[in-house]
């Protein structure tokens, strides 16, 4: 059975590998600034009535807003834009501007919540210490660098944080569904367990929180206590709403979780919490890469499948590991990791699958994984990803030996099967880690 499922993969492998190059096409990036009118370091006569911006791809209009910088420092909150020509270039109105160097900046939503912005700059009247930009509508060093430029929320560093709690916490709660439902009951309530709950019962709602305030902070230049006047403003756009809708997830997912502390759960329990937490992960799934590069129609459905694979597989071991190992004699222990087995098995399938599926969506081929910034983490992911398998087919070769009815041999096997395991978890945690790299990762 394994040699034939072992074929089976090399073969959807060997698919894949012919496929990627047959596909092969150069990744599209994320929206980019393409031009501005007046251009970068223009001189004109008369101050200009309206400011045109385009882009590579179609801009929200109610996600894009510009603001304009006089010479001296004041600065303008400019009138909601129009779509020009297309729909990829936006038309600011501007009020009649001073004479000097004026810096006019931009800022927009892309469909997958990152927030792109940008200036240009332009002399009304003679030519006196014009801002040189690089030509991408990022401005370089003037005075105008210094003047007026919002905060960030949160640097990346904090950014990576809380996404990675954020994909901690969907793992350890799709590992407990996977210990309470298949390997033994009550993992809930065991010694490990409650804390463990109640530490995911915060995260649940707290890392989508931060990150929709982050949004928010990003979008109308504020600090993150600055954000919180624009909580309402959240659902005006879909990366928003996606942020909004999973705090309010989470909430409920909290809720579920710290009532069946309270009291043995039902099947009905069961049911709820695994409803609203696929709800959580699609709403996951629906920001980031999933939803921005190609067929977004496969890239959703696919993200979400692949994360609850990740949480069966990798998140049941930890928690078989580090909850349920504790609490079993030897040979329930054994019995335990060989159902373990049974369920990650199917779960290293699919994310086999929706990962062969989404890195030719999001590259189209295997070229730019060596290129890109994207690609190069991407990659270092999938090399982790396969060290993780190849621990794992180990470990459950180990399983799958048969011992002679002899209680030491079982003990030093299941040891080094305990060990093992932790060992497949660690790994697991470096490629949380590249995971929660790969959402801000550039595809230029």
Same mark, same amino acid.
């Given at each position: 059975?394994?040699a034939?499922?072992?074929s089976?993969?090399?073969?959807? /492998?060997?698919?894949?590998f012919g496929?990627?190059?047959?596909m $092969? @096409?150069p @990744?599209?990036?994320?929206?980019e600034f393409?031009?501005?009118?007046p /251009?970068?370091? $223009?001189v004109?006569a008369?101050?200009?009535?309206e400011w045109?911006?385009t882009?590579?791809?179609?801009?929200?209009l109610?996600?894009a807003?510009g603001?304009?910088?006089?010479?001296?420092?004041p600065?303008?909150t400019? @009138?909601?834009?129009?779509h020009?020509?297309?729909?990829?270039?936006?038309?600011?109105?501007?009020?009649?501007?001073s004479?000097g160097?004026?810096?006019?900046?931009w800022?927009l939503v892309?469909?997958?919540?990152?927030?792109?912005?940008g200036?240009?700059?332009?002399?009304v009247?003679?030519?006196?210490g014009?801002?040189?930009l690089?030509?991408?509508?990022?401005l370089?060093?003037?005075?105008?660098?210094?003047v007026?430029?919002?905060?960030?929320?949160?640097?990346?560093?904090?950014?990576?944080?809380?996404?990675?709690?954020?994909?901690?916490?969907?793992?350890?709660?799709?590992?407990l569904?996977v210990a309470?439902?298949h390997?033994?009951?009550?993992?809930?309530?065991?010694l490990?367990?409650r804390p463990l709950?109640?530490i995911? $019962?915060?995260?649940?709602?707290g890392a989508?929180?931060?990150?929709?305030?982050?949004?928010?902070?990003?979008?109308?230049?504020?600090?993150?206590?600055?954000?919180?006047t624009h909580?309402?403003d959240?659902?005006?756009?879909?990366?928003?709403?996606?942020f909004?809708?999973r705090?309010m997830?989470?909430g409920?997912?909290a809720y579920?979780?710290?009532t069946?502390l309270q009291?043995?759960?039902t099947?009905?329990?069961?049911?709820?919490?695994?409803?609203?937490?696929?709800?959580y992960?699609?709403?996951?799934a629906?920001t980031?890469?999933?939803?921005?590069?190609?067929l977004?129609?496969?890239?959703i459905?696919a993200?979400?499948?692949?994360?609850i694979?990740?949480?069966v597989?990798?998140g049941?071991?930890?928690?078989?590991?580090?909850?349920?190992a504790?609490l079993l004699?030897t040979?329930?222990?054994?019995?335990s990791?060989?159902?373990?087995?049974?369920?990650a098995?199917?779960?290293v399938?699919a994310?086999?699958?929706?990962?062969?599926?989404?890195?030719?969506r999001l590259h189209?081929?295997?070229?730019?994984?060596?290129t890109?910034?994207?690609?190069?983490?991407?990659?270092?992911k999938?090399?982790?990803v396969a060290?993780?398998?190849r621990?794992?087919d180990?470990?459950?070769?180990r399983?799958?030996?048969?011992?002679?009815?002899?209680?030491n041999?079982?003990d030093?096997?299941? /040891?080094?099967v305990v060990?093992?395991?932790t060992?497949?978890v $660690?790994t697991?945690?470096?490629?949380?880690?590249i995971?929660a790299?790969?959402?801000?990762?550039?595809?230029?």
């Amino acid at each position: 059975m394994r040699a034939l499922l072992r074929s089976r993969l090399r073969t959807v /492998a060997l698919m894949t590998f012919g496929l990627s190059l047959v596909m $092969a @096409a150069p @990744a599209s990036a994320h929206n980019e600034f393409v031009s501005s009118s007046p /251009a970068e370091g $223009a001189v004109l006569a008369e101050s200009p009535t309206e400011w045109l911006v385009t882009f590579t791809k179609e801009v929200p209009l109610d996600s894009a807003s510009g603001e304009i910088i006089g010479p001296d420092g004041p600065i303008t909150t400019l @009138a909601s834009p129009t779509h020009g020509a297309s729909t990829s270039e936006i038309r600011f109105a501007l009020p009649t501007t001073s004479l000097g160097v004026n810096t006019a900046r931009w800022r927009l939503v892309s469909v997958d919540g990152h927030v792109i912005s940008g200036r240009v700059s332009f002399t009304v009247g003679e030519s006196s210490g014009t801002a040189n930009l690089d030509g991408s509508g990022v401005l370089g060093n003037s005075i105008s660098n210094t003047v007026g430029d919002p905060p960030n929320p949160a640097p990346e560093p904090v950014r990576w944080g809380v996404r990675l709690i954020g994909y901690f916490s969907l793992l350890a709660l799709g590992g407990l569904l996977v210990a309470e439902l298949h390997l033994v009951e009550g993992v809930f309530g065991a010694l490990r367990g409650r804390p463990l709950i109640k530490i995911i $019962a915060g995260f649940l709602v707290g890392a989508p929180l931060l990150q929709m305030l982050f949004f928010l902070g990003d979008v109308f230049g504020t600090s993150v206590f600055g954000a919180l006047t624009h909580l309402t403003d959240a659902f005006d756009t879909t990366p928003g709403s996606m942020f909004a809708v999973r705090t309010m997830l989470g909430g409920v997912l909290a809720y579920q979780l710290l009532t069946v502390l309270q009291s043995k759960p039902t099947s009905r329990d069961h049911r709820l919490i695994v409803i609203t937490g696929v709800l959580y992960v699609l709403t996951q799934a629906y920001t980031g890469h999933s939803r921005s590069r190609s067929l977004p129609l496969i890239g959703i459905p696919a993200d979400t499948v692949h994360l609850i694979a990740a949480s069966v597989w990798l998140g049941g071991l930890a928690v078989l590991v580090f909850v349920v190992a504790p609490l079993l004699e030897t040979r329930d222990l054994w019995r335990s990791f060989e159902r373990y087995g049974q369920v990650a098995k199917i779960a290293v399938i699919a994310l086999v699958i929706t990962g062969i599926i989404q890195t030719l969506r999001l590259h189209g081929g295997i070229g730019t994984l060596f290129t890109q910034s994207h690609g190069q983490l991407l990659l270092l992911k999938i090399i982790v990803v396969a060290i993780m398998l190849r621990l794992g087919d180990l470990n459950r070769r180990r399983m799958t030996t048969k011992i002679k009815d002899n209680p030491n041999l079982m003990d030093k096997r299941l /040891a080094l099967v305990v060990r093992m395991g932790t060992l497949e978890v $660690a790994t697991g945690a470096v490629v949380l880690a590249i995971t929660a790299a790969l959402v801000t990762a550039s595809f230029s």
